[in-house]
């Protein structure tokens, strides 16, 4: 009969470098394939100044839409970075829930060419754009939760207060995108053409951010006087 044996901890290691390595493969195809699609369209020889506004018109916007999803992919990115920096050992749920996040950033390609078609008359891929977000984050939160909360012997030991504040910082961007996602979609639902109504609820999101921003800041500030206190009671 046989057994398999637990990998040695030199080879564990690797095997966590690997998963890591993997997730920064991921997000640059995510963003080479972003930045693929963007070609500038055929130019005339003779054309007024006037004229090339326009037809460069839909190439700019494609580039403003790349540029805002390279900041959330790098956003993320920098986020898995600093989980990551904790981690010491892994096992399946982390590896599942790891490709569940890497799921939504190899999706961003699609959203972000699908955001293009949104008009007012068929909001249907902004709202995939929105889900893509909101997935990430949401993704960003379950693997956070799992490492320190559910799963503390995966993280190095130690450094409670930057593991509790990362956790609050995954925490929190996963509640603004998801109330500010269902707000938004249930103001189509219900307020179908009231434009100043859709236009509010745009809102939500940047006033729930700023909030939690200040508010995160706060709690880590109160979090290192009380370590100091405790320090300087030691």
Request: charged residues 15%; glycine residues 4%; positive net charge.
């Amino acid at each position: 009969m046989s057994v398999i044996k637990e990998p040695k901890p030199f080879h564990r290691e690797f095997e966590l470098e690997r998963l890591i390595l993997f997730s920064d493969a991921v997000f640059a195809i995510a963003i080479t394939l972003l930045i693929i699609e963007i070609k500038l369209p055929a130019l005339p020889g003779k054309m007024p100044a006037s004229g090339y506004w326009d037809l460069l018109r839909p190439t700019a916007i494609e580039f403003l839409t790349f540029t805002a999803s390279f900041v959330f992919i790098g956003n993320f990115w920098v986020r898995h970075l600093h989980l990551c920096r904790f981690l010491q050992n892994y096992n399946e749920g982390l590896i599942h829930r790891n490709l569940f996040f890497l799921f939504f950033i190899v999706s961003f390609p699609f959203s972000t060419s699908a955001i293009l078609h949104t008009s007012a008359h068929f909001m249907l891929p902004f709202f995939i754009y929105l889900c893509n977000l909101t997935g990430c984050l949401a993704a960003l939160f379950w693997i956070s939760y799992y490492v320190f909360q559910k799963n503390p012997q995966l993280s190095v030991p130690g450094h409670h207060t930057e593991k509790e504040l990362l956790y609050q910082r995954c925490k929190y961007g996963f509640l603004t995108a998801a109330t500010g996602f269902t707000c938004i979609a249930m103001t189509y639902f219900l307020y179908p053409e009231n434009t100043a109504y859709q236009r509010v609820s745009y809102m939500v999101i940047p006033v729930l951010g700023l909030f939690n921003y200040f508010r995160l800041k706060i709690k880590k500030r109160n979090t290192l006087r009380l370590v100091h206190k405790v320090e300087a009671n030691n």
